[in-house]
């Protein structure tokens, strides 16, 4: 995969954990239990973490210690 595809995958992902965020931040303040956003959310955000690590990189840069940081807490 190319870095340009590469790009716009890992945005594209982003901006749906993003969205499904939200809609569980809207449920949490209603009081109401929305799993299956809550499911997107967690997976998405995974997926966005992971895909982090494909890009280029000569050492561990602050972005990806959030990576590994943020795949902890979603895989615990």
Known sequence: ?????????????????????????GGLIAGVRIDGWSGIFLVTTALTSITGFFFPFSKLSPSQWIGIISLVICLS
């Open 1 to 25: 995969m190319n870095i340009i595809t590469l790009t716009l995958v890992h945005t594209i992902i982003s901006i749906v954990a993003i969205s499904a965020g939200l809609v569980v931040v």
